[in-house]
């Protein structure tokens, strides 16, 4: 049985709306499904499946019925995942989309979200410290959390972010509870891992072959990109929450000793990973970062490596924040680079760009794309995806 | 009228409580809700996955396939549900078991598109699964 609390079961009565009395039922049910304890306060919440593209408009009816019901924020912090269209329509949407939409996040905001429309919420304000206890959906941000902030959230599903961020409580379950927190593997990597694709591809190792919480070993470049692309893909490919990394993940020193469990691999293993992708040769139509999205920083460094090179011979997109001034996108436009500002390919409508062979650093597109979208996928790191855009011009 | 050649029982654990018959659809690997079963038309069967694995928008996913008619009967985890997959089930209703015990994955293949019946009682947490081939 799962101890309420009194807050908890006046929630369920309806004391704070009916909406909220949805959120606590949602999560109550989960609890007891899981057979958790109790329930715990939490102090950050992130919300993904708020793209229309994915969650249709049975998604878009639940999202307002929390709204209508007075549903609103509880938590200190809470943000969402970014939305289907770009919020300067640069993509194609019909009339009607748009509209459909637009009624996401209005609901979200009537309850009181900050609609940053970004997989980073941790570079926009939403970034727990040490220790505390929050309920993130958004497979990669989950991963980041835990690894890289040491906060503690197990990879919620989206509707259930926005239940907890309505009550400002969680089921403490799986990763909340510091013994799960444990690592079971201990990975050896032999040679160094120092551009992001390679992260990528280790991350989508991880989710492919290792079951339980990894421990890496060996040398990993201390780069920001790096270490999201590794995340992410593992996010996607497999299951984890979280994967301690040397010199990056808070409690390394601390829990490293208690891996029983040991497994060497080497660049070669994780380059068999892109067997399952393929399509590395061919002359890509189209090129795309920012999954997850990128710093508006590396939105800049990029485009003024283009501007250099006079423009991207083939349509260069980066995916960032719906809070990228529309300076930038317009001056990145005059290079044929499509700053996307609150949306992403992989939740977006990319059939419609026609584009039908895209080259990415991103491992984790490179498992969504081809699968949602039925785009071919080629690989390279950001320096040559660059140097891939102005090859011509040179 | 049809004689059944084979009836094997399952046994699981109840999350979702409630009693569902379907063909079997078995997924015999780790797959995610989106991208990967979102398209599917699922409607009388009664879906089997190993586990699952990607995006946490499996539970709108989940939501979506019902209210458009192509959510399965009742949704079985051989391993262990990850939550998101619990929160989908009680959004759409669907009765949810996991943990299967008494069958591998290879064997469960061969069970593809039998017809079962799945009764998972909240109460004791316990989950029946009937096949007949």
Redesign the interface.
Known sequence: MVKLDRIDEEFLKGRFGEAAAKAMEIIVTIAEALDAKQLIPIVSAHVSGISVSNIGEAGVLLIEELASGGGKVRVPAATVNPIGFDVYGLLPRTHEEWELQSRVIKALQEMGFRNILSCTPYDYGNRPTLGSHIAWAESSAVLYANSVLGAYTNREGGIVALAAALTGRIYEWGVHIKEERVPHVRLEISDSIDDELLGGLVGAFIGIHIEGIPLLKGSIAPDELLLRNLLAAAGAWGNHSLIYIPGVTPEYEKVRHSVTRSLSISKRDVLEVLDRVGGLTDEPDAIFIGCPHVHRNLVNRILEKIRECGGSRIPFYIATCGCIERQIVEQARKLNVMVLAGTCPVVSNLSRWGVKRLATNSMKAAFYLPRRHNVEVMLGNLHELVAAACSSKR | MSSWRRLVRLKGRA??GGKATGRLYVVPK?V?F???L?DLNLKNSVLVVR???????????I??M???GRAPEAIIIVEK????????A??AGIP?CDMLTGISVTQLIDLNDCVANVSSLKESRVCDITIAC
């Open positions: 999350l979702i780790a995610s989106y991208g990967e979102e586990r699952t694995r990607g995006s946490t928008v499996a539970p709108y996913v939501y979506r019902w209210h458009e549900a990850e939550p998101m997959v619990i929160a989908g009680i959004l949810l």
